[in-house]
C-alpha cells in the first residue's frame, strides 16, 4: 500500500530530478470528454496513441482510462503500452499526476499536489474536478511508492526543475489567487522548497498569451539541461506574445539558479499565431461548468510543450510552416536524443499539449554505488 508521509522531501532527503534525468516510465490519461475535445475526443484519442506510441519506442507507458473507454482505448492502442482503468475528470497527467521525487539511496516517492482544476470556482476550467484530485494517490499506488499530500494547490505544469536545486515557475499562475490565496510569494517559494527540496526559485511573469492554465510555465520554458533553458520566442514586435517572451529572457538572463550559474537561454519560434476555426469550436460540447470554445480564439501555441524521454524527444507538430525549424531546432539542443513530432493541433484546441498530458517517472537509481 501507498502510504501517505508525514514529512516533506526536503525533511527526508527526497528531490524532484530533471526531466532530463533517466526515467523508468511514463504515465498519460485517456481523452474523453466532449466538452473540451471536439467530437467526441475522437481526434484527440488519435493524437493520444500516436503520443504514447512515441514515447512507449523509449520508455515503458502507461495509459490510465475510465471503466467506458477501456476497451476502445486497449483497442486503440499498441499494446506494448499498458492500459489501466483509472477514473479522472480529464486527462492532463502533468497537472494531476504525482510529482516523483528520489534520493540518493535508490528511493522513490510522490508528491500528491492539491487540484482545483486550474482556478476553482474562480476561473477554472471546470466542475466537478474530484476524481483529477485522486489521480495522484492511485498513480503512487500503482507504482508502488509511498507519497506526501502537499497541503497547497498546484499543477505539475507550473513547475520545470534542473533537479540541482533550482525551480523555474511563472507569477502569473502561482501567485494567482484562484490558486493558494492566503499563501504570500515568500510561503509558496517556502513551501516549493519543501516538497521539491529546492534552494532557489526562479520567477517568470506572464505564461504564454491565452494559456488557460493561467500561464503554465512548461508551455514557455523548459529546461534542455541543467543552467540552459529554451524559451518560446516571437521577433514580431506587434504580437502580444512578445513583451512576455522579452520580459522572461530578461528576468532567466538576470537570474542566477541555485549553484550560481547564469542560465544560457535558447529562443523557440513560436508557431502560428494558430486560431480555433468555426468548425473546430462547433464539434466541442456545450457544457455548464465547463469553459466555453470560441471560434476565432487564439490557442496558446508553443513547441516548448514538449517531453523528453529517454532517448527522444516528443515535440507536437502545430504549424507546416514552422514545424521543420523547431524540430531542427530541438535536435540541435538534445544530440543524443533523437527528435520525433506528434500531431499536436487536437491537444492544443484541448488547452495544452504534449508535456500537459505526460507525466515520467524518474529512475531511483542509488549513488552510493
Ligand atoms: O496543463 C494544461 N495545459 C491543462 C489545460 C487544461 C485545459 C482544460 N480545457
Known amino acids: 500500500m501507498s502510504k501517505s508521509l508525514d514529512s516533506n522531501p526536503r525533511r527526508d532527503g527526497y528531490r524532484m530530478p530533471g526531466e532530463f534525468e533517466p526515467h523508468s516510465a511514463c504515465w498519460l490519461l485517456w481523452p474523453e470528454r466532449p466538452d473540451n475535445w471536439r467530437l467526441g475526443a475522437k481526434p484527440a484519442q488519435q493524437a493520444f496513441v500516436r503520443l504514447a506510441t512515441a514515447i512507449a519506442g523509449s520508455e515503458p507507458v502507461t495509459v490510465g482510462v475510465s471503466a467506458a473507454q477501456y476497451a476502445n482505448a486497449r483497442r486503440l492502442l499498441p499494446t506494448q503500452v499498458r492500459v489501466v482503468e483509472l477514473s479522472s475528470n480529464d ?15 535508490g528511493g522513490i516517492r510522490g508528491v500528491d499536489w492539491q487540484f482545483n482544476a486550474w482556478g476553482g470556482l474562480r476561473g477554472g476550467l471546470y466542475f466537478p474536478w474530484d476524481r483529477d484530485d485522486a489521480v495522484a494517490q492511485k498513480v503512487t499506488e500503482i507504482e508502488g511508492c509511498d507519497r506526501y499530500r502537499a497541503p497547497f494547490i498546484l499543477e505539475g505544469g507550473s513547475i520545470h526543475v534542473d533537479g540541482q536545486g533550482t525551480v523555474i515557475t511563472t507569477e502569473e499562475c502561482l501567485l494567482n489567487p484562484n490558486r493558494n490565496p492566503g499563501l504570500s510569494r515568500a510561503q509558496i517559494e517556502t513551501q516549493l522548497k519543501r516538497y521539491l527540496n529546492v534552494e532557489t526559485v526562479v520567477w517568470l511573469g506572464k505564461g504564454v498569451l491565452h494559456d488557460e492554465t493561467d500561464g503554465h510555465v512548461d508551455n514557455l520554458c523548459a529546461y ?9 520566442w516571437t521577433n514580431d514586435r506587434n504580437d502580444p506574445q512578445y513583451e512576455i517572451s522579452r520580459d522572461a529572457h530578461e528576468r532567466l538572463k538576470d537570474a542566477r539558479d541555485a549553484r550560481g550559474r547564469r542560465f544560457k537561454v535558447h529562443k523557440l519560434q513560436q508557431p502560428g499565431p494558430l486560431h480555433m476555426t468555426a468548425e473546430e469550436a462547433a464539434g466541442v460540447d456545450v457544457a455548464e461548468g465547463t469553459q466555453p470554445r470560441a471560434a476565432g480564439g487564439r490557442l496558446a501555441a508553443s513547441y516548448v510543450n514538449f517531453y523528453i524521454g529517454n532517448r527522444c524527444i516528443v515535440a507536437p507538430l502545430l504549424d507546416p510552416r514552422r514545424d521543420r525549424d523547431a524540430l531542427r531546432k530541438l535536435q540541435d539542443l538534445f544530440p543524443k536524443r533523437e527528435v520525433v513530432g506528434v500531431p ?3 491537444l492544443l484546441l484541448g488547452g495544452g499539449n504534449v508535456h500537459c498530458v505526460t507525466q515520467q517517472v524518474p529512475l531511483a537509481r542509488d549513488r552510493r554505488r
Open 91 to 105: 486527462a492532463w497527467m502533468r497537472d494531476v499526476g504525482p510529482t516523483f521525487v528520489v534520493n540518493d539511496r
Open 224 to 232: 534542455v539541461r541543467p543552467a540552459e533553458v529554451v524559451l518560446t
Open 344 to 346: 499536436g493541433r487536437e
